[in-house]
């Protein structure tokens, strides 16, 4: 039977579940002509080549992008011929990437769905992905265990992610190229956010690295310098921030 305490905290998580929603629902127009942008900029090749680098080559992979946003992942994969789910928790977002994907003349499946409980059936993609999400989560534990669920004995995880909150609460958010269009509201919003979620103030990524090796995955490894490769210039897509890339292989056992 559940608890008055553990029914408090599932009520708390889902008010701010709610608050996230909200928060990208308002900036869906706004960052679908980011990421639009990104997709037709440099970073469309630079991503490319990071992403296929960890996938075997001429072999079509089902892969589950999870967090997708407007698909910018979903686009660039399914552009390589590869079986691409991409799942938010906002539907305007998912929305947003079906436009792009018709736009491009491109196929991948988009479903708005919570990253912490998956509707898929254990070991169903080969690659599980996702970008500037696990910051958002209120239960990250509880999503990497799902993302590990569903992977294939031997499917890789790629998470690329930063310490935002920790960045942000120092320096604050006006300044930053990714934030010219937020509003002033929309950035007091990002930084409230902030403060509910404990992984905010975790040490990551050495976090994540030890929760994915309890959990049972193999080759755990982060790199903290990836930023430097994946944004050689400064411009609108760059993060002033070290970005960190965490890539763990799903134990053949379980």
Not at 122 to 141: C, K, Q, Y
Not at 233 to 240: I, R, V
């Amino acid at each position: 039977m559940e608890t008055l305490a553990q029914r408090d905290l599932r009520m708390d998580a889902a008010a701010v579940k709610s608050r996230i929603v909200k928060y990208w629902d308002g900036r869906s127009d706004r960052f679908m002509i980011q990421r639009e942008e990104e997709l037709q900029s440099g970073q469309h090749r630079i991503w490319k080549q990071e992403l296929l680098s960890h996938l075997p080559r001429k072999k079509e992979r089902k892969i589950l992008d999870v967090g997708c946003g407007c698909g910018f992942f979903s686009l660039i994969l399914a552009e390589q011929g590869h079986d691409v789910t991409g799942i938010d928790l906002t539907e305007s977002m998912i929305e947003r990437g079906r436009i792009l994907a018709e736009k491009h003349g491109l196929h991948a499946a988009f479903q708005q769905m919570d990253a912490e409980k998956l509707a898929f059936a254990d070991g169903t993609f080969d690659a599980v992905i996702s970008r500037n999400l696990t910051w958002t989560l209120p239960h990250p534990r509880e999503a990497y265990r799902e993302w590990i669920r569903v992977l294939k004995p031997g499917g890789i995880l790629l998470n690329y992610d930063a310490e935002h909150a920790r960045y942000h609460q120092s320096h604050g958010l006006e300044g930053e190229e990714a934030h010219k269009m937020l509003s002033q509201g929309q950035m007091d919003e990002c930084m409230a956010i902030y403060g509910m979620l404990p992984i905010s103030g975790w040490k990551r990524p050495d976090w994540d690295v030890l929760f994915l090796k309890q959990a049972g995955c193999s080759r755990v490894e982060a790199d903290k310098t990836i930023g430097t490769k994946l944004f050689p210039h400064e411009d609108q897509f760059c993060t002033p921030y070290p970005i960190f890339r965490i890539q763990a292989v799903k134990d053949r056992s379980l």
